[in-house]
């Protein structure tokens, strides 16, 4: 197809459109119409007319005044018109592809140069040449399109190409879609797959915009959302804030009282716990946490203090009775032994073995002394000591304070002895009692 540039065709192959010359005739005037009505006739007629009823001839004169005025408004009318519809109407050309019009385009484009661009860029894209026809007709200028979304109507319409909504981010495309609404549905569909509360969101930047794509480029929804997932150029974030209550534990106020033993204990005040109510901001990106963040803490229940009186008095240890330092064999009793008074008793135990403290009380020797070896004396107040001797180590120091059944050596064969044991004295103000008497 091409286009002549005449007057008296606008596109070959279309309909000829001829411009009629005015005519050129004695009765009509230079600029005026055609059909501008000669006065003499008339005249003449009023005149016959003036004789025929009566009248004279000034009448038929002002007569045919009122005629003229009459003809002469009405070309004012039809002036106002062709002014009017040529304000708002154009010549253009219709593009059809086969007999589906595609768009139309003014006349004054040049239709050979948009038809080979289409076809150039179809080609391009590996489509098929459109097979396109055109045609011209008065057109609305409203309806009409530019040379460039001409040769998109034209490739839209072409097999294998489709007139998409192409996404992209940073100038590169990411997908395109069929429609505004198959995008809508993906991104619907994306931000519910993530959604934690009412706050999810997208973040992030994207342009949208048409786009000739090969038809096999489109993608439906579900493809959308694996794209977006891929891409990562999309986030669905969620704001939550998490409220929780947390106890404040309540703190313990000790007083020493020396009108109680040692383990006594009286509650003066009782304590209670606290509460804490704390509001989490918590952000999260395609349900992964990315912070998380107090912004609010309220302490809705102060917590009360315990205040507990606290024995510091000594027990009797022999009144409360005293726990064996061991688990060993009785090898040897207190009393009379090889002609002299053995003042403790013997357990027979494997060496290294924990020894514990009978009672509660301070360290005053922890030494070697002559045939005891390693020798510990805890002094329990009222004036009894208890011994432990033989020991293979020491494990405490002079001055220390143990509390019942704490470890303070392990078991031995050191000093005068026979083999690996526990020899164990109970001392009363200086006078040595039977232990066996007092262990429990």
């Keep these: 197809m091409r ?168 100038g590169r495309t ?78 313990i106020e000790e007083i020493a009282d020396d009108s109680m033993y040692v383990g006594e204990s009286v509650t003066e005040t009782e304590g209670s716990d606290g509460v804490v109510v704390t509001i989490n901001e918590q952000i999260y990106r395609n349900a992964e946490l990315l912070s998380s963040a107090v912004i609010s803490s309220e302490t809705t229940v102060e917590p009360v203090t315990e205040v507990v009186r606290v024995g510091t008095k000594p027990r009797n240890a022999l009144e409360d009775g005293l726990s064996y330092p061991l688990s060993g064999t009785l090898s040897s009793g207190f009393g009379p032994r090889w002609g002299r008074t053995h003042r403790g008793i013997d357990l027979a135990v494997s060496m290294d073995t924990p020894v514990a403290a009978a009672a509660a009380g301070t360290v005053i020797t922890a030494e070697y002394k002559e045939s005891y070896g390693n020798l510990v004396q805890i002094d329990h107040g009222y004036g009894i000591v208890t011994s432990y001797a033989h020991l293979d180590v020491i494990g405490v120091s002079v001055g220390q304070s143990v509390d019942r059944g704490e470890i303070v050596a392990y078991s031995g064969n050191t000093g005068n002895t026979t083999g690996p044991h526990l020899h164990f004295e109970v001392i009363n103000n200086g006078e040595y009692l039977n232990p066996l008497n007092y262990l429990i």
């Design 174 to 251: 990411l997908f395109c879609a069929e429609s505004d609404e198959v995008i809508d549905e993906a991104l619907a569909a994306y931000v519910e797959k993530y959604r934690i509360n009412d706050s999810a969101a997208l973040s992030g930047e994207i342009e949208i915009k048409d786009q000739i794509v090969r038809s096999e480029e489109l993608l439906s929804a579900e493809d959308i959302v694996t794209v977006l997932e891929e891409s990562d150029v999309l986030a669905v974030m969620n704001i939550v804030d998490l409220t929780e209550q947390q106890t404040i534990a309540h703190e």
């Design 3 to 170: 286009i002549e540039n005449t007057s008296s065709c606008i596109v070959s192959g279309g309909p000829v459109i001829k411009r009629r010359p005015a005519k050129n005739t004695g009765e009509a005037k230079s600029g005026a119409r055609a059909d501008t009505l000669d006065l003499r006739p008339r005249i003449h007629a009023a005149g016959r007319t003036v004789r025929r009823f009566g009248r004279d001839y000034a009448s038929a004169l002002r007569d045919c005044r009122k005629r003229i005025l009459c003809v002469a408004a009405g070309a004012a009318v039809s002036l106002t018109g062709i002014t009017a519809i040529g304000s708002y109407c154009t010549l253009g050309v219709n593009y059809y592809y086969k007999d589906r019009l595609l768009c139309t385009v003014a006349a004054t484009d040049d239709a050979a140069a948009i038809i080979g661009s289409a076809t150039r860029k179809a080609q391009r894209m590996g489509a098929p040449e459109p097979e396109i026809s055109t045609a011209p007709k008065l057109a609305l200028r409203s309806g009409l399109v530019n040379g460039e979304d001409a040769v998109n109507a034209i490739l839209a319409a072409s097999p294998g190409l489709s007139l998409a909504r192409a996404v992209s981010f940073s």
